[in-house]
């Protein structure tokens, strides 16, 4: 990716240790990394050749070997020490199969340490032309208001904010206006946004979601094509099928193949379609957030992104966009 001033700033407020048990031989492995969804956007984007500022809060023993592991996936890492204990999970692979051992989410960031990770994300923020909001992972751990704020704040001074958000975490950013969404469609129906799976149902969530504070919406769905609502249109990202080595971690790589391009100046579609192949590539590997540079870009021009359904549509204006949102 070229760009003058390509960077992107990843708030990422509590990753996590992944321990994860393998065998992909006769004897036993243990894989240590930092992860959670931040982390797992941040090796995507600079994957693709962009360098990434993430800020985030560390602490306890898990703190103190998370910040190492961080510091060596060269990340530019701005953090805020903790006085209660940072999470992680341990998995065991040695089947094929993942099956959880344990997971320690982690404590809430106490009031104090939100003050201090906001004001030094924020820093970051202002300086950087695209901001990636991430989740925390269990939601409880920091308040939806914040978000709010952060995208508040960033937006009105200019920067472009990415989400990739679900429950009261949306709803907050929401309020205040977002240049991208990502969201599942499993997120979608569990957060009662959308009744149904059904192409048209989407397609009604996306105008909401547009109405509601988001310029461009992706609906990720699983192994199916993603829908795009961009401007006005709605579009499926249409790819060739890859057979996956690990499902999960698809959304977050597509949310950072979109960062990286918007922050180099490309255009939101050719950002999509670049997201598109590096979520598609990265199910074809075991480690999440990651891929190569040249594979991802050798299958961008193999996505497409065809009118959904295959029907014609004319563009919407946004006068139209609210009408549809209010059902008029």
Not at 55 to 82: D, H, Y
Request: proline fraction near 6%; charge should be negative.
């Amino acid at each position: 990716m070229d760009g003058p001033d390509g960077y992107v700033m990843v708030f990422a407020p509590a990753p996590v240790l992944t321990v994860t048990i393998d065998q992909p031989s006769d004897e036993t492995e243990l894989h240590l990394h930092p992860g959670g969804q931040g982390v797992w956007q941040a090796r995507m984007i600079m994957s693709l050749g962009v360098p990434v500022v993430l800020c985030a809060s560390l602490g306890g023993e898990i703190g103190q070997v998370l910040e190492p592991l961080l510091v060596t996936e060269g990340v530019r890492l701005k953090r805020v020490l903790r006085d209660t204990a940072s999470g992680g999970y341990v998995h065991d692979r040695r089947d094929g199969a993942r099956r959880e051992v344990a997971d320690v989410p982690g404590h809430p960031l106490t009031r104090h340490e939100l003050d201090e990770l906001y004001n030094l994300a924020l820093g970051e923020g202002l300086r950087a032309p695209v901001s990636v909001l991430s989740g925390p992972g269990a939601p409880s751990l920091v308040p939806p208001d914040l978000y709010r704020r952060f995208a508040a704040d960033l937006g009105a001074n200019g920067g472009r904010v990415v989400a990739d958000l679900s429950g009261e975490h949306l709803d907050a950013v929401l309020a205040s206006g977002l240049f991208f969404l990502k969201v599942s469609h499993e997120e979608l129906l569990r957060d009662g946004r959308a009744r149904s799976a059904d192409e048209d149902e989407l397609t009604r969530v996306m105008y909401d979601l547009h109405a509601a504070g988001a310029e461009t919406v992706v609906v990720s769905r699983a192994e199916q094509p993603a829908f795009a609502l961009v401007d006005g249109e709605v579009l499926e990202v249409v790819m060739p099928r890859l057979e996956a080595a690990d499902p999960r971690g698809a959304g977050d790589s597509m949310t950072a193949g979109v960062a990286a391009v918007i922050a180099c100046g490309g255009d939101i579609r050719t950002a999509i379609r670049t997201g598109a192949a590096a979520g598609a590539l990265n199910v074809t590997r075991h480690g999440l957030g990651t891929g190569r540079l040249d594979s991802i870009a050798g299958l961008v021009d193999r996505v497409r992104l065809a009118p959904a359904g295959n029907r014609p549509q004319e563009r919407t204006t946004p006068e139209e966009l609210a009408d549809r949102a209010a059902g008029r």
